[in-house]
């Protein structure tokens, strides 16, 4: 017998990429190289550039020095990204960008100019980033935060909020105070004594705002980066950038109410001394450490963990090996999300859960008729347990209360587009199907329109199954046979339900060209 050769381990192989940051004070870059065995990435450029978009909250536009600084920032990037070879670079934009109603000017220039396509995404996009950033952070330090975890970016233009329950981001939010917004705001008493109680009574009232909504339940971690809340912990903490890369620092409480209150007596000038920075550098501080313990005071915590990540690390993790990429969230964690909207509207869970049930083994069985996929499946699914959060506005137009409350509600893992038509989706669950005047369906482009009006015609037949809201009817199966679409039920008393559907099938009817029958379990 011959022995076998032992099979060599596949050989690893790296890719470099570059992701772009641009921010309220800073553009910032890393130029990375990936592991195909999805290991640590490697930083092998760590690029900032100072820009100032203060004026987008101050004038509501981005002055053309701001755009310069902007393009000659994504120039020198691209001229390092191009070095190791790389073409394609993913940028983002946040809170300034998104503030500036002349943004869309600036991405153009890059665009033509540069070839880079920079996204201004929103609040959702935002917290999934950060969220996905802190998931590297935890698998890299082999740690779990079981139960509700606060999730918190305390930026220079904004506050990005994320609620996470056992690991899945189901909430997210965003809050106008950020460090600089706040510096902005409140100049003309920087070099007064009333400068740092007026911000802690600012701060008081931003951490109540933000956690007044939020779905009711304890908070069980609270985790805040940024830059200057780092800045504080090492401060605090003697902690290094570089004892603390890549890892989690606690920060305890007490010490910071303890810092803010000596710094609240302290000159501009005694600050930035005791602080070891510039006036500005400690005035930014302040902001950060005062809603640091304000949140904690309201939500019980002893510390605050401070992860040392950035959004640049949330848009390397979707570059990943095995990653799906941009503004993306499995079925299961958009479920999630989807029954903390259910729950924040008032909503019948168990008839939702029930609903989306239905529909997606009408999906299931029907895809023949449709040939649609899994992220189309996805949405279905989601569609279908938020279909009725409209009724929270009122029962009459529900369907249209839920359509507007989908599209003004931040939900992290669609893009634009899907988010667009899961509202429509929710929207035609009853009542009229789609007709020429409804803008909001005919904006989509074509090919979503069809798909949309396959879901919703789908869903309909769900909701139509479950009148009484009782879930009744939990399982289905369906034939196709003599021209109809035939849905089995195991129950034989199906009078109402005929009665239903024989008024909601009608847009099945029309887009599948199949009349529905609902069939009742036989006698034995």
Not at 39 to 65: A, H, M, N, W, Y
Request: aromatic share 6%.
């Amino acid at each position: 017998m011959h022995s076998q050769a032992p099979v060599p381990p596949p050989l690893t192989t790296t890719r470099q990429v570059a992701v772009v940051d641009c921010g309220t004070s800073s553009v910032r870059a890393f130029i990375a190289q990936l592991q195909s065995d999805g290991g640590d990435p490697e930083i092998l450029e760590d690029l900032s550039f100072p820009v100032d978009l203060t004026d987008s909250f101050v004038s509501g536009k981005l002055s053309r020095q701001a755009m310069d600084g902007v393009v000659e920032a994504f120039v020198n990037i691209a001229a390092s990204a191009k070095s190791y070879g790389i073409g394609t670079i993913r940028a983002v934009g946040t809170s300034a960008l998104r503030e500036a109603t002349n943004s869309d000017v600036l991405v153009e220039r890059l665009r033509t100019n540069q070839g880079i396509d920079l996204e201004i995404i929103d609040n959702a996009e935002e917290a999934r980033l950060y969220c996905e950033a802190l998931r590297l952070v935890l698998e890299r330090t082999k740690r779990e935060l079981p139960g509700r975890t606060l999730m918190i970016d305390l930026g220079g233009g904004s506050t990005c909020i994320g609620l996470i329950t056992n690991g899945k981001l189901v909430h997210s939010v965003d809050e106008h105070y950020g460090s600089v917004r706040i510096l902005e705001q409140f100049h003309s008493l920087r070099d007064s004594g009333e400068f740092a109680l007026t911000i802690d009574r600012y701060a008081l009232g931003a951490a109540r705002m933000m956690l007044d909504r939020l779905p009711k339940g304890q908070i069980n971690h609270l985790v805040i980066t940024s830059g200057d809340v780092r800045k504080l912990c090492s401060l605090l903490t003697k902690a290094t950038a570089k004892t603390a890369k890549g890892g989690i620092q606690p920060l305890a409480v007490n010490e910071v109410a303890s810092w803010y209150q000596k710094m609240q007596a302290m000159t501009p000038p005694e600050r930035a001394n005791a602080c070891a920075t510039d006036a500005r550098a400690a005035a930014l501080l302040l902001p950060v450490a005062s809603l640091l313990k304000h949140l904690s005071a309201e939500t019980g915590a002893t510390e605050v963990l401070v992860p040392y990540l950035t959004l640049r690390d949330g848009l390397i993790a979707d570059l990943m090996p095995g990653a799906h990429g941009a503004h993306y969230l499995s079925a299961a964690d958009l479920m999630a999300e989807g029954m903390q909207l259910v729950s924040r509207y008032g909503g019948n869970l168990a008839y939702a859960e029930n609903t989306a049930s239905l529909a997606t083994q009408i999906f299931d069985q029907t895809a023949s008729l449709h040939g649609l996929g899994e992220r189309d499946r996805a949405l279905l699914d989601f569609s279908a347990l938020i279909h009725d959060i409209g009724s929270y506005i009122n029962v009459r137009n529900r369907h249209k209360h839920s359509m507007y409350v989908i599209q003004s509600s931040d939900i992290a893992g669609l893009t634009a587009i899907e988010k667009e038509m899961v509202a429509n989706i929710a929207r035609y669950h009853r009542k009229s199907a789609p007709e020429a005047h409804h803008l909001e369906f005919k904006s989509l482009p074509r090919a979503k329109r069809v798909v949309v009006s396959y879901l919703a015609a789908i869903l309909r037949l769900a909701y139509g199954l479950d009148v009484e809201r009782t879930q009744r009817i939990k399982k289905v199966r369906c034939e196709v046979s003599d021209g109809r679409l035939l849905i089995h039920v195991d129950r034989r008393q199906i009078a109402l339900e005929r009665w239903s559907l024989g008024g909601k099938a009608g847009m099945f009817a029309e887009v599948f060209g199949l009349d529905v029958t609902v069939v009742a379990r036989e006698e034995r």
